[in-house]
């Protein structure tokens, strides 16, 4: 914890070390700014981190955040980070049973044996061309609005024009996803497989009239002007490691151990209240960015905060000691488990597993998905433990909103845990358990957080990890040039619940810089 000069004032002072925080001291300390950076946590990094969470195991998990898409090229370029990403070979497996037999949806692995494939599941052509049409169109959006995530605003009519496919516009702007999933795709698996991109950590219907999930599917197949989730090699820690020390090497002050407790401002010089254990300090800025939740950022200052929208996803990592086979023999593990590996996530199931947990009840087919980071990159292992094959497992629940965990968060986090990979087990040719890794303590290798667990040791509001709604990515009403502004002049909200927030990309972060360096003066 390094020591603060008190009476200094600082150019900006940063609330919140997590990566969007990191990219804003960054680029402002590069700018000759003097930078503060004030952590509550022992460390930096936020919800991208790296943790060795199985005692006497030799494995780097990506505790809470997990693939790469968003983040632009050129924050990385600007920055100068060491950071790569790497391909998946393939994109999904999506196992199911018909007529009696396993079989399943591979897609990946070049564009004949996806047509084959699809061909296998239903029987035809007709699916195949549909998705190609689909995700042609969804590919072009990419390519057009992806690169305004790093400029100002546009408005609605501009990023249209933008577009420029009014066909495009209505699908993913106007109406409902669910709509052009059932108008576009027949079979049920398939049209499962499209919709999971529209709730990733969003509790919605595919017909909800308010698109929430449209939001949500866009910003899941928009990132890089591809809609590649890639691997980080290293893990997220990795990533978040490089950009602590671009904005060290750049002259920002990173101090960990501190939490702001409130933020006092007259819109031109603010005083930051911070609390360390050795009492209260308080430190003087031009510019205060808040790395938090707009609930967050309403609390410190003492405005009236919005309702959060609460989270709704299990997040499970896991360590193998092998891969478990298939009862679908036709695929190899290695090839289903390296993409995304749906899990009761047919387009019915989704819609049943909404209606029971808008109802209270936890999903009797809790939908999820599981990737292995460590077939892409093995890095994040420990050489014994790759000479034996060891291999991770991420899983990430869908439809499990933050209300289902308030009567007891333990209790329910192991009962949706045990039906969720019940749900796995029923695809393998062996149970899951037999191939779990074990601690220095001989304890399965697996932990699981809740949204309850989220907002405990994040402070996401209601387990988010958007920090509320996500936002179109075109100006409305009061979002201000960058999207990062607030009702303070001097105050800017540099986190997940910007406009264009949300997710690992650190594009809150430098358009608050942005907007910083475009009024040096206040």
Same mark, same amino acid.
């Given at each position: 914890?390094?020591?603060?000069?008190?009476?200094?004032?600082?150019?900006?002072?940063?609330?919140?070390?997590?990566?969007?925080?990191?990219?804003?001291?960054?680029?402002?300390?590069?700018? /000759?700014?003097?930078?503060?950076?004030?952590?509550?946590?022992?460390?930096?990094?936020?919800?991208?981190? *790296?943790?060795?969470?199985?005692?006497?195991?030799?494995?780097?998990?990506?505790?809470? *955040?997990?693939?790469?898409?968003? %983040?632009?090229?050129?924050?990385?370029?600007?920055?100068?980070?060491?950071?790569?990403?790497?391909?998946?070979?393939?994109?999904?497996?999506?196992?199911?049973?018909?007529?009696?037999?396993?079989? /399943?949806?591979?897609?990946?692995?070049?564009?004949?044996?996806? +047509?084959?494939?699809?061909?296998?599941?239903?029987?035809?052509?007709?699916?195949?061309?549909?998705?190609?049409?689909?995700?042609?169109? @969804?590919?072009?959006?990419?390519?057009? &609005?992806?690169? @305004?995530?790093?400029?100002?605003?546009?408005?609605?009519?501009?990023? +249209?024009? +933008?577009?420029? !496919?009014?066909?495009?516009?209505?699908?993913?702007?106007?109406?409902?996803?669910?709509?052009?999933?059932?108008?576009?795709?027949?079979?049920?698996?398939?049209?499962?497989?499209?919709?999971?991109?529209?709730?990733?950590?969003?509790?919605? $219907?595919?017909?909800?009239?308010?698109?929430?999930? #449209? +939001?949500?599917?866009?910003?899941?197949?928009?990132?890089?002007? =591809?809609?590649?989730?890639?691997?980080?090699?290293?893990?997220?820690?990795?990533?978040?490691?490089?950009?602590?020390?671009?904005?060290?090497?750049?002259?920002?002050?990173?101090? =960990?151990?501190?939490?702001?407790?409130?933020?006092?401002?007259?819109?031109?010089?603010?005083?930051? &209240?911070?609390?360390?254990?050795?009492?209260?300090?308080?430190?003087?800025?031009?510019?205060?960015?808040?790395?938090?939740?707009?609930?967050?950022?309403?609390?410190?200052?003492?405005?009236?905060?919005?309702?959060?929208?609460?989270?709704?996803?299990?997040?499970?990592?896991? %360590?193998?000691?092998?891969?478990?086979?298939?009862? !679908?023999?036709?695929?190899?593990?290695?090839?289903?488990?390296?993409?995304?590996?749906?899990?009761?996530?047919?387009?019915?199931?989704?819609?049943?597993?909404?209606?029971?947990?808008?109802?209270?009840? %936890?999903?009797?087919?809790?939908?999820?998905?599981?990737?292995?980071?460590?077939?892409?990159?093995? =890095?994040?292992?420990?050489?014994?433990?790759?000479?034996?094959?060891?291999?991770?497992?991420?899983?990430?629940?869908?439809?499990?909103?933050?209300?289902?965990?308030?009567? $007891? #968060?333990?209790?329910?986090? !192991?009962?949706?845990?045990?039906?969720?990979?019940?749900?796995?087990?029923?695809?393998?040719?062996?149970?899951?358990?037999?191939?779990?890794? =074990? !601690?220095?303590?001989?304890?399965?290798?697996?932990?699981?957080?809740?949204?309850?667990?989220?907002?405990?040791?994040?402070?996401?509001?209601?387990?988010?990890?958007?920090?509320?709604?996500? *936002?179109?990515?075109?100006?409305?009403?009061?979002?201000?040039?960058?999207?990062?502004?607030?009702?303070?002049?001097?105050?800017?909200?540099?986190?997940?619940?910007?406009?264009?927030?949300?997710?690992?990309?650190?594009?809150?972060?430098?358009?608050?810089?942005?907007?910083?360096?475009?009024?040096?003066?206040?």
């Amino acid at each position: 914890m390094p020591a603060l000069e008190g009476s200094r004032t600082y150019d900006v002072v940063i609330v919140g070390g997590g990566h969007n925080g990191l990219v804003a001291a960054a680029y402002l300390a590069r700018a /000759g700014r003097s930078v503060l950076v004030l952590e509550r946590l022992d460390h930096t990094g936020g919800a991208a981190v *790296s943790t060795r969470p199985f005692a006497g195991v030799d494995a780097r998990l990506s505790r809470y *955040s997990y693939l790469v898409s968003l %983040l632009p090229k050129k924050i990385v370029r600007d920055l100068g980070l060491d950071f790569r990403v790497r391909t998946r070979t393939v994109s999904s497996y999506t196992p199911v049973e018909r007529a009696g037999r396993p079989t /399943g949806l591979l897609v990946g692995g070049g564009e004949r044996r996806t +047509r084959e494939a699809f061909a296998r599941l239903t029987g035809g052509e007709r699916e195949y061309e549909a998705w190609q049409r689909f995700y042609d169109m @969804t590919g072009h959006v990419a390519r057009q &609005v992806f690169p @305004t995530l790093t400029e100002p605003l546009p408005t609605r009519e501009e990023l +249209r024009r +933008r577009v420029d !496919d009014e066909e495009a516009w209505q699908t993913l702007f106007e109406e409902p996803i669910g709509v052009a999933i059932e108008n576009r795709f027949d079979d049920d698996l398939v049209r499962g497989v499209v919709l999971t991109d529209a709730l990733i950590g969003t509790f919605a $219907d595919a017909h909800d009239p308010a698109l929430p999930q #449209n +939001r949500c599917f866009l910003y899941h197949v928009i990132g890089g002007g =591809t809609g590649d989730w890639n691997v980080p090699v290293g893990g997220m820690g990795a990533l978040t490691g490089t950009l602590a020390g671009a904005a060290r090497a750049a002259g920002a002050v990173l101090a =960990t151990g501190h939490e702001v407790v409130r933020i006092d401002t007259d819109g031109r010089t603010a005083e930051v &209240v911070h609390r360390t254990a050795d009492g209260e300090s308080v430190v003087a800025a031009r510019h205060v960015l808040v790395n938090a939740s707009p609930q967050e950022l309403a609390a410190l200052t003492g405005d009236t905060a919005s309702e959060p929208a609460e989270g709704a996803q299990l997040k499970v990592n896991m %360590l193998l000691k092998r891969l478990p086979r298939l009862r !679908d023999s036709s695929v190899d593990p290695r090839e289903a488990f390296a993409g995304t590996f749906h899990i009761a996530e047919g387009y019915q199931q989704l819609a049943v597993a909404h209606s029971q947990a808008a109802a209270g009840e %936890l999903p009797t087919a809790p939908p999820s998905e599981i990737y292995c980071h460590s077939l892409t990159d093995p =890095t994040i292992l420990g050489p014994d433990l790759v000479e034996q094959g060891y291999q991770t497992l991420t899983l990430f629940g869908l439809h499990t909103p933050a209300r289902l965990f308030d009567r $007891d #968060n333990d209790a329910v986090r !192991d009962e949706l845990v045990k039906s969720t990979l019940a749900q796995l087990d029923a695809h393998l040719a062996e149970p899951l358990a037999d191939c779990l890794a =074990t !601690d220095a303590e001989g304890r399965p290798c697996i932990e699981a957080k809740t949204p309850l667990d989220l907002e405990r040791d994040l402070r996401l509001p209601g387990g988010n990890i958007f920090h509320r709604e996500l *936002s179109w990515p075109y100006a409305q009403q009061d979002t201000g040039r960058w999207g990062v502004e607030t009702r303070h002049a001097n105050v800017l909200l540099c986190g997940a619940g910007a406009v264009r927030g949300g997710g690992v990309s650190g594009v809150p972060g430098h358009n608050a810089a942005m907007a910083v360096l475009e009024r040096p003066e206040i």
